[in-house]
């Protein structure tokens, strides 16, 4: 997450890295790994709701953390991750809601799918990923005034929420909800002992990896973008992969999903002595998430104060954004230094990330846990 986000920031790459008739395998790949982050993010935050209602919490109470914390995370993306984070700039002409919206909003409607048996939750999820491509010839247009909602719901895009207002979902809800749901219905699976939990998980991940196969090479359904023969058999393989995040199609969702979840029963075996430092970051993503976006933010302005003696374009919004000021031609660098600073991110976060993972594991506090 955080290196496709010093890549927008840094690059000097100005066509869409997965566009194949421009890019270079490194950049393709760069930007394809990133794909995995929102869907393992959201299945795994109704996996975590799963297992803190079988831990305690009452369906009530669980209910209820979850349609405040959704808001709570709605509104951080439409002000901090926005203001803050993306633009710098606090005029509020476009609002675009991206993934803390998506997860937001999945969370509220989780909040009442809660009071349903945890079997009837997971179908619900997966009929939603798996037939939610059959609407996709439907258009806003013919929706008449509630546009908008089809918009947010479905088809991505923008509307203008006033005259002077730009509304933007890069995130529609749906297949995000059924996403969650999904992951609601799969935590009773790690209430198994350890080795029948990592088969079925690693089944499961499997089962999912050989659909997503089955179906892309029959080009018959879910993804509204099908693959096709190019140059080099390489960038074929990249044709067949390159499906549709937004919305996520089908395949888009079997493709990541089912390798994430084989990856995942081997992790169940144990924390290896090398990725332990990372568990810092996963004991504390919303404050990481947080924090990262304005870091890159700054440290793309500094590079360009110090190349340029000015950094006017860093201020305001970089969806449909006006072209008020001109941005230098030969602004950004190469993957080199788009690692390098992704690595810098990471490094110069992580100190600030366990001191506040050593809190919330001292303290208990209700507030806490909304961070």
């Not at 808001?71 to 002409?93: H, K, P, S, Y």
């Not at 509307?159 to 996403?179: E, H, M, N, R």
């Not at 990372?278 to 360009?304: D, M, Q, S």
């Not at 000015?310 to 001109?326: C, I, L, V, Y």
């Amino acid at each position: 997450m955080a290196l496709d986000h010093v890549r927008d920031f840094f690059t000097n790459v100005k066509f869409d890295p997965l566009d194949l008739t421009q890019t270079n395998p490194t950049l393709f790949m760069t930007r394809w790994f990133t794909h995995f982050c929102a869907p393992v993010f959201i299945l795994l935050a109704g996996t975590g709701a799963f297992l803190s209602g079988a831990h305690g919490k009452s369906k009530r109470e669980l209910s209820w953390f979850l349609f405040t914390r959704g808001l709570w995370l709605a509104l951080l993306e439409i002000t901090w991750v926005r203001c803050l984070g993306w633009e710098f700039n606090f005029q509020f002409d476009v609002i675009p809601a991206a993934v803390l919206w998506a997860i937001g909003w999945s969370m509220v409607a989780l909040a009442g799918l809660v009071f349903l048996p945890p079997w009837a939750v997971a179908v619900f999820g997966i009929l939603m990923i798996a037939l939610h491509n059959l609407f996709d010839p439907v258009r806003a247009e013919t929706w008449g005034k509630l546009d908008w909602l089809w918009i947010v719901l479905h088809q991505g895009g923008s509307f203008q929420l006033t005259s002077s207002i730009k509304f933007i979902a890069a995130y529609p809800l749906v297949p995000w909800i059924g996403i969650m749901a999904a992951g609601y219905g799969f935590g009773a699976i790690l209430l198994h002992g350890p080795n029948r939990r990592r088969r079925e998980i690693f089944l499961f991940g499997l089962g999912l990896s050989v659909l997503f196969v089955l179906l892309r090479g029959s080009n018959l359904y879910g993804d509204p973008s099908p693959w096709s023969q190019q140059t080099s058999a390489l960038f074929t393989v990249f044709s067949f992969m390159d499906c549709r995040k937004y919305p996520p199609s089908l395949l888009y969702v079997l493709m990541t999903l089912g390798p994430a979840l084989m990856l995942l029963a081997w992790l169940d075996r144990g924390t290896t002595r090398l990725l332990r430092p990372v568990l810092v970051f996963g004991r504390v993503p919303l404050f990481f998430y947080l924090l990262h976006l304005p870091l890159i933010h700054g440290l793309a302005l500094l590079a360009a104060l110090v190349r340029y003696g000015r950094a006017d374009w860093m201020f305001g919004s970089p969806f449909g954004a006006t072209g008020k000021f001109t941005i230098p031609d030969d602004n950004g660098f190469g993957l080199p230094v788009v690692y390098l600073t992704w690595i810098l991110v990471v490094l110069m976060l992580y100190p600030v990330c366990k001191w506040f993972a050593e809190v919330k594991r001292r303290r208990r506090a209700a507030w806490l846990s909304y961070l």
